[in-house]
């Protein structure tokens, strides 16, 4: 009986297994060849690289370089890798409305605060959150925030001024513990004092949300991958420690706040009018907690990781190319003049330094690839994949767009894995093409925090250079591995740079 059950389901699977990874040869579209039970994502599911590697490695798949288009099998079904400049237009700019979801979800009951936050929740939430919450990013209220910006940006040079003269540090950590303490002030109002304390509570919470255990791995998978699961294997994007600081935390600011009716013109000012204007319509409180909390949750995360790994791959990058870090400190040193800060205006005016951070992002895209999923009116128009292909996109499938292997790809970026700001100075403006050029996404669900990502990073960098410069050591790797169990680009080991004081 057991050896005829088995054989049963062996044979289901196998005519299941048979059937979906024919979907794309059934529809005339170039795809890659599966392995069985891991589809396309071997690489991926195996541990050895991380999502958006796993992404890139499919998109220069050998023998496709000029398909605009691949099929691809992964564990949700079939997906879309977009190669094409002009195709990713289509779906990230000039088609968005089919294209307004990512192709991820969580569990919404039982994980409010992964399920309404800006990054996951779907439409139409996401229009009303992002029109609400996009008057905290103009560059108005940034100038406005920059003076608490700076006093961090000085706590970064008296942090670095207590560093034993000459040592090895673990760049990362300095520069997350900076970034922390930035967004903790200029979202929350809050002292981290991560860069001061070494054992602020603030900071250890802040890494553990992205230290990724099996079984939180299991979570994020399932999110990512499986989302159709999500509310049945009862996932969370944050796990239960860093959720409950995170409440503890924005439920703490807000109450402070509100008792005592300061205005900082800050996420937490527009989260006060909306906590007053549910309120008002007599909703539910609970659950507009939970809102709120989701939004200042994903300020923080997006805000501290993507910026810190900027910055400090960027001083790996200038310890290996010393010529380019003395030309930074020169133009540094010019535009601080005998001040203590650079102001908002003319950090912005910095010519190498842009030319500089925009390189930085150009080689190493920190979120790696943009995914979107399809939505097809019940009615109307449905979205095609003409001119390339005659076939209608079923509603739920999910597009994916390899940014890493695009700003890696040697037909828009010659010489590719060289580290070269030149390509961004005014008169190569003409031999580059922006279309290839997306560290922040693009469309109307591009990064809202990229103003002041770039804005945090570079104050990072001028503190930092103003009275030191950064050069490789014993212990400096010679090149950078992703981490493969962080979600966004990470070195695998520490970078250790030896700080000097000059
Ligand atoms: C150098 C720093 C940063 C980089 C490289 C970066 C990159 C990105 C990318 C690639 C996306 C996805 C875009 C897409 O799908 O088209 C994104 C989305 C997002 N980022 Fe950033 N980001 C940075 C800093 C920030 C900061 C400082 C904040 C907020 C404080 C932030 C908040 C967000 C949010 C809320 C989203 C989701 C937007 C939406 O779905 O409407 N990011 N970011």
Not at 211 to 233: N, Q
Not at 333 to 346: A, C, L, N, T
Request: hydrophobic residues 40%; charged residues 25%; proline residues 5%.
């Amino acid at each position: 009986m057991l050896i005829l059950l088995i054989a049963s389901l062996a044979l289901v699977f196998y005519v299941w297994q048979r059937r979906t990874y024919s979907y794309w040869q059934r529809h005339g579209i170039k795809s890659i060849k599966p392995v069985p039970i891991l589809g396309n994502l071997r690489t991926f599911l195996t541990g050895k690289v991380p999502f958006f590697e796993q992404i890139s490695l499919l998109h220069n798949t050998p023998g496709y370089e000029k398909e605009p288009l691949i099929g691809v099998y992964l564990l949700r079904g079939p997906g879309v890798i977009v190669r094409d400049l002009e195709l990713i237009k289509t779906v990230m700019i000039k088609k968005f409305n089919y294209f307004v979801n990512r192709a991820l979800s969580t569990d919404p009951h039982r994980d409010p605060i992964g399920y309404n936050n800006m990054f996951i929740v779907r439409n139409p939430e996401w229009k009303m959150i992002r029109n609400k919450l996009s008057p905290v990013f103009t560059s108005g209220k940034i100038k406005q925030m920059y003076p608490l910006m700076v006093e961090i940006g000085k706590d970064l040079e008296l942090t670095l001024e207590k560093v034993p003269v000459d040592s090895a540090i673990r760049i990362k950590d300095t520069c997350a513990r900076f970034t922390t303490d930035l967004i903790a002030t200029t979202a929350f109002g809050v002292k981290a004092n991560s860069l001061k304390n070494i054992k602020s509570e603030f900071f250890k919470h802040n890494v553990a949300i992205f230290e990724i255990s099996w079984l939180r791995a299991l979570d994020i998978g399932i999110i990512f991958l499986l989302p159709a699961l999500a509310s049945l294997a009862r996932v969370k994007f944050f796990s239960k420690k860093s959720s409950e600081f995170i409440y503890k935390t924005v439920t703490y600011v807000l109450s402070e706040r509100e008792k005592s009716g300061l205005h900082r013109n800050d996420l937490i000012d527009i989260l006060l009018a909306l906590k007053r204007e549910a309120a008002e319509k007599g909703e539910n409180m609970t659950k507009e907690l939970d809102f709120l909390v989701a939004q200042a949750a994903v300020f923080q995360t997006a805000g501290f990781e993507t910026s810190s790994s900027t910055m400090s791959l960027t001083l790996y990058e200038l310890a290996l190319n010393t010529e380019l870090q003395d030309r930074l400190r020169e133009e540094v040193k010019q535009y601080f003049g005998d001040e203590d800060h650079i102001s908002y205006e003319r950090i912005q005016e910095m010519p190498y330094l842009t030319q500089v951070v925009n390189e930085t992002l150009r080689k190493y895209p920190i979120v790696g690839y943009a995914e979107r999923e399809c939505s097809q009116p019940e009615s109307g128009e449905k979205f095609t994949l003409e001119p390339y292909y005659d076939f209608e996109v079923p509603s739920g499938m999910p597009f994916y767009i390899s940014t890493l292997a695009i700003h890696r790809d040697e037909k828009y970026w010659p010489d590719p894995e060289k580290y070269d700001p030149e390509r961004f100075a005014p008169e190569n403006r003409h031999n580059i093409n922006m279309d290839a050029y997306m560290p922040f996404g693009i469309g109307p669900r591009n990064c809202i925090g990229m103003r002041l990502g770039l804005l945090q990073s570079k104050l990072g960098l001028v503190h930092l250079f103003r009275n030191h410069r950064v050069i490789q050591c014993d212990k400096t790797i010679k090149s950078i591995n992703f981490s493969a169990k962080c979600p966004v680009m990470a070195s695998d080991v520490d970078i250790y740079l030896q700080l000097i004081r000059d």
